[in-house]
Nanobody, 125 residues
Framework: QVQLVESGGGLVQPGGSLRLSCAAS????????VGWFRQPPGKEREGISC?????????HYRDSVKGRFTISRDNAKNTVYLQMNSLKPEDTAVYYC?????????????????WGQGTQVTVSS
């Protein structure tokens, strides 16, 4: 079963940065597209970025994070990262990663496998 573990969250001031990590175990991480999702307090979980598993690792970002967040992957370390810069209070959420069926301008990245516990990101002064 595909399962990923998120880490790297924390409390940061507006304008600050964090780097989230998504680690995989017990499967060949390089075979999967991976997406980052977040669930703000009282709201539904939404996909915000994804990265493909093809040569060149194409990426996609939702408008809300475009230009501020960068997704990348290191298949040798079985890890996908989300570098988050210029953080805003509205970025406050629990962040999750998941293997996804598709990556691009789709309304739904199609996550599959079990959700991990996520990592809390709080942006506040």
């Amino acid at each position: 079963q595909v399962q990923l573990v998120e880490s790297g969250g924390g409390l940061v001031q507006p304008g600050g940065s964090l780097r989230l990590s998504c680690a995989a175990s017990e499967f060949t991480f390089a075979d999967y597209r991976v997406g980052w999702f977040r669930q703000p307090p009282g709201k539904e979980r939404e996909g915000i970025s994804c990265i493909s598993n093809t040569v060149g690792s194409s990426t996609h970002y939702r408008d809300s994070v475009k230009g501020r967040f960068t997704i990348s992957r290191d298949n040798a370390k079985n890890t996908v990262y989300l570098q988050m810069n210029s953080l805003k209070p509205e970025d406050t959420a629990v962040y999750y990663c998941a293997a996804v069926l598709r990556c691009g301008s789709f309304s739904d990245y199609g996550p599959f496998g079990s959700w991990g516990q996520g990592t809390q990101v709080t942006v506040s002064s």
